[in-house]
């Protein structure tokens, strides 16, 4: 691995770059499977330069970001944490349809140009966050997946940034699946106190099949940890070590299995994949799924 690509592994898994790597980015991206009522099974990307973006604090006390190209194409998109908490970076599981979530369940809603869900099933990642005053949103970045009246519908994955630091956006158009992986957490825990997380990982269509490697990261403190299948080990420079290699294909993998949470406070868990580590890092394939 080159040293840039050291480097990259470092400002974007470990968060060591202590100023943004790139200007700040706003847009909106789609990711639709085919019979997704919401995005019509398209892929496509909206910037600025095809409307207006607005961010606001909703009413519970979440986010609003809104989208519009003064025509015909309007997006509204609404995330909000259990308890109308203030959202902050990590993955929030088990999302319903805003605002009509119960109170400990997070609250999510994609909806626009005239299109929208009566049931929602969703997650989503927040990877930026920053309130202003009052009811101003200074930065915001989030992946998010939903079906629609059906836990098992076809998906809308995307990914909406305002002002973005360090989150990139995806660029595509036309019918092409998948081209945004989606990586989906759920934390069980069991009767001894013990928590497992498991994350399902959904390779994008042109990446299945091909050799290529699973890669499984966490962040503790400034240290960065990868694991390589057969249990954690510290990274200090080189080659990544991958957790899986062989054909790609939608897979769940245990990231943390069997472990008492009070040792995790404050962890963060990465994924990603490619047909090698610079392949990942190069096209941005991984992502925050879950911090304790």
């Not at 009522?37 to 607005?54: L, M, N």
């Not at 308890?83 to 599981?93: D, F, K, N, Q, S």
Request: proline share 4%.
């Amino acid at each position: 691995m080159t040293r840039a690509l050291q480097f990259a592994l470092v400002a974007m898994i470990a968060c060591a770059a202590s100023s943004p790597v790139h200007a700040a980015t706003t847009g909106l991206y789609f990711n639709s499977t085919s019979g997704d009522y919401i995005g019509q099974g398209q892929v496509k990307t909206w910037t600025p330069a095809d409307g207006t973006f607005t961010a606001i604090k909703n009413a519970d006390n979440g986010v609003r970001i809104s989208f519009n190209d003064g025509s015909q194409v309007w997006w509204d998109l609404n995330f909000a944490a259990p308890e109308m908490v203030a959202l902050a970076a990590g993955t929030y599981t088990g999302a319903t349809r805003y605002p009509f979530q119960v109170s400990t369940s997070p609250g999510l809603d994609v909806s626009g140009s005239g299109r929208g869900c009566n049931n929602l099933f969703g997650t989503f990642t927040i990877t930026e966050m920053t309130y202003g005053a009052g009811d101003e949103i200074l930065v915001f970045a989030a992946d998010f997946e939903q079906h629609c009246e059906q836990e098992a519908a076809p998906a809308l994955r995307g990914r909406v940034l305002f002002n973005a630091e360090t989150t990139t956006l995806p660029s595509g158009s036309g019918t092409t699946q998948d081209l945004l992986p989606s990586f989906v957490p759920a934390l069980d825990s069991d009767d001894d106190g013990t928590v497992t997380l498991s994350i399902d990982v959904n390779v994008s269509r042109n990446h299945q099949g091909r050799q290529g490697k699973v890669f499984l990261a966490a962040k503790a403190g400034a240290d960065v940890y990868l694991h390589d299948g057969n249990g954690w080990i510290l990274y200090t420079g080189g080659t990544l070590p991958a957790y899986k290699t062989g054909p790609l294909a939608s897979t769940t993998i245990d990231a943390i299995k069997d472990v008492n949470p009070g040792t995790l406070s404050g962890v963060s868990i990465f994924v990603g994949y490619g047909v090698s580590d610079i392949d990942m890092l190069t096209n941005n394939r991984f992502s925050l799924v879950y911090t304790f």
